[in-house]
């Protein structure tokens, strides 16, 4: 824990950083413009005061001005008695909107503090996942200082004016038109908060992005690829879309399964080629010897077959790397069994070429060429 002496001297050094930078910020040219308005706003100030009060002080002792000058006194004073009329009339809910005030600072900080021990998991609760703390704290305390301003509305003075009636629907009806799909995100945000499909730093697929989540807010979700470019993703988006999450149970014993596929000719003993594919698997980094690596035998095609090998990894943040070296291995192993990787198609070959042209078109001296098999 800090002691008293270390929280004064950081007070103290942030003290003098606030006040370097006001230093910084006020240099001469800036300060020869707040000194030229300083005096303007007194000389305004002082010729005010002695048109609205001297002159019609001094004028009151005349006989001849001094109706003309208790009238401009009270064309003054009215506006001055109304606001202090008004100030003290606003005390009572004044005071009410300090206690209310106070009430919620106090209930926002016992709630961080609930919340924050929430999150360290130093506080359980059945079904409160400790991911869960920070945006519900979010959630709960736009609420509570929403509630707080309507108790707070009525005694604001002006609140039940017309102008100030016009104004509220005003912003209300801009808000409404100008925020709807920032609206549906926001919405989309808190749904994605609990259903917990992916948290920070996991390897995610969303629709066609594919890469590790860095940034999780209310309106968007920010995703680096594997090119190491940044993805803006809407929240409302990805609610729509499908999510693959890489990372969730790679660190389970078995980890996540890898898989590719190869087509290999009938003429091929599938024991071969499940051998050389399986060895393959195994000598591939970041691959598990086990659970070791297993074949499917996916389709039986028109020309070949198709194999798929599956093997599993702790690391699907790699598996771009992992599918490079798995290919590159599967590949040497083939070519040291023997077997090819290819589909045989097979085609017949005519004698002579004619041209794919209108029989009217071809030349006259055209001679169709001869096809050569052999030297």
Known sequence: MQSKADKIDRNVLFKKKEVAKLFKFITPRREKHIIKFAIRILRISISLFFLIIYLPFVFKFLPE???YADKVLEYVMKPVYFLIDGFLEFLPGFFFIIVIVFITKYLLKFLKYLTGELEREAVRLDGFHADWAKPTFNLVRIVVIAFAAIICFPYIPGSGSDA???????????????????????VAGIVITYMRPFKLGDRVEIGD??????????????????????????????LGNHIINFSKNAAEEVGIIL??????????????????????AKSTDMILQKPEPFVLVKSL????????????????EKSAIIYSLLHENIKNEM???GIEILSPHYNA??????????PENIPKDYKKTGFKIGD
Do not use: M, Q, W
């Not at 590790?212 to 807010?217: A, C, I, K, L, P």
């Open 209 to 238: 992005t594919v890469g590790d989540v860095t940034e999780r807010s209310l309106l968007v979700t920010r995703v680096r690829t594997i090119k190491n470019l940044d993805v803006t993703v809407p929240n409302s988006t990805i």
């Open 164 to 186: 100030f009636k016009g104004v509220s629907i005003f912003f209300g009806v801009l808000f409404s038109l100008g925020s709807t799909s920032a609206i549906s995100n926001i």
């Open 259 to 280: 898989h590719t596929s190869v087509t290999i000719g009938y003429d091929v003993p599938s024991g071969d080629v499940i051998k050389a594919l399986i060895k393959g």
């Open 349 to 358: 070959v005519r004698d002579g070429n004619s041209l794919t042209v209108p």
């Open 65 to 67: 001005t001094k109706e």
């Open 335 to 337: 070519h040291n069994a």
């Open 301 to 316: 095609d028109d020309f070949y077959i198709n194999y798929e090998i599956n093997c599993h990894t702790k690391t699907p």
